[in-house]
């Protein structure tokens, strides 16, 4: 059974991913899956993920942190280990937005440091307690798992603001995924899902300008939804899934490298 925490569920891909693995894994045995919705301030969105994992028959709790807030991150862990008495998967989809909303209009500077200390500093930090925890449990069943969102782009890099933003944080944040899969193995398994062009609310609101260039990117031809990655995800922390550690999963639809004539 699942048992599952999953950080930045009240919106977007981490909401999805919440809502997938409910409904993936209803049926795979007789316990119920359990979830916690992890959030920041969208009380509201991450009530809803929790209804919707119920309406699947499994069980949520909701539960605030800032990831900024080391005390908060420690409540978090504690509350989580003491409901679910050991999780199973942990995914961590938390991470700032500053493409849209009051943070658009920050400094180039700003929104690096704020990226910088969510997205990677406070995720390093608390999945080196996550990892420390699953570690230390039980030695029965199949090995528990951690999965990170990084960025299809980030390796090769991307023009503008938002790849010498994005690229830097999410290479990090895979770099650091790739290290802890070798530091765990063969006790947690550690992977990476790296989304390419996703519609979630920064693509609700993209002029025709970047609509062509999500679509024309992707072999498929249209923008990832926030479902395509939970796809991936629910099959990377399957706990079935034992063979696959230290890998990063591409959800872009396929890089598109034709040549028009
Ligand atoms: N969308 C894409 O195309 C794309 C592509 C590659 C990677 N990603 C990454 O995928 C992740 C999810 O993206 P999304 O588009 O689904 O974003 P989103 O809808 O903005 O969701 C972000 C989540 O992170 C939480 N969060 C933000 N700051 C936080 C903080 N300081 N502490 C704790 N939680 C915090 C938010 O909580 P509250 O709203 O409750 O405050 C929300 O639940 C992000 O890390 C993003 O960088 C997205």
Redesign the pocket.
């Known amino acids: 059974m699942i048992r599952a925490v999953v950080?930045?569920?009240?919106?977007?891909?981490?909401?999805a991913a919440a809502i997938a693995l409910a409904k993936t894994y209803r049926h795979r045995n007789q316990a119920p899956v359990k979830i916690v919705v992890?959030?920041?301030?969208?009380?509201s969105?991450?009530e809803q993920t929790a209804d919707q994992i119920r309406q699947q028959g499994g069980q949520a709790l909701t539960l605030s942190?800032?990831?900024?807030d080391a005390a908060a991150c420690d409540t978090l862990l504690d509350q989580s280990w003491q409901w679910l008495s050991v999780p199973n998967t942990w995914i961590n989809?938390?991470?700032?937005?500053v493409l849209t909303g009051e943070a658009k209009s920050w400094s180039f500077e700003r929104k690096l440091k704020q990226l910088m200390e969510?997205?990677v500093l406070?995720t390093i930090k608390l999945n080196r307690e996550v990892a420390n925890r699953m570690l230390a449990g039980p030695e029965s069943g199949p090995p528990p798992s951690i999965t990170f969102?990084?960025?299809?782009q980030a390796p090769l890099g991307m023009e503008g603001e938002a790849g010498q933003m994005?690229g830097p944080v999410?290479a990090a944040v895979m770099a650091f995924a790739n290290s802890l899969a070798q530091q765990c193995a063969p006790k947690v398994r550690v992977n990476t899902v790296?989304?390419?062009?996703?519609q979630?609310?920064?693509?609700q609101t993209t002029d025709s300008y970047w609509n062509d260039r999500a679509q024309q990117q992707s072999l498929m031809n249209r923008w990832?939804k926030?479902a395509d990655v939970a796809r991936a995800v629910c099959w990377l922390s399957d706990p079935e899934n034992t063979f696959c550690t230290g890998q990063t999963l591409e959800v872009n639809g396929g890089w598109n490298r034709q040549f028009d004539r």
Not at 149 to 152: I, K, L, P
């Open positions: 950080t930045g569920a009240s919106s977007g891909i981490g909401q992890h959030y920041r301030n969208n009380e969105g991450a942190a800032d990831l900024n989809f938390a991470g700032v937005d969510v997205d406070a969102v990084g960025w299809d994005f999410k790296a989304p390419g062009w996703i979630t609310s920064w693509g990832g926030p």
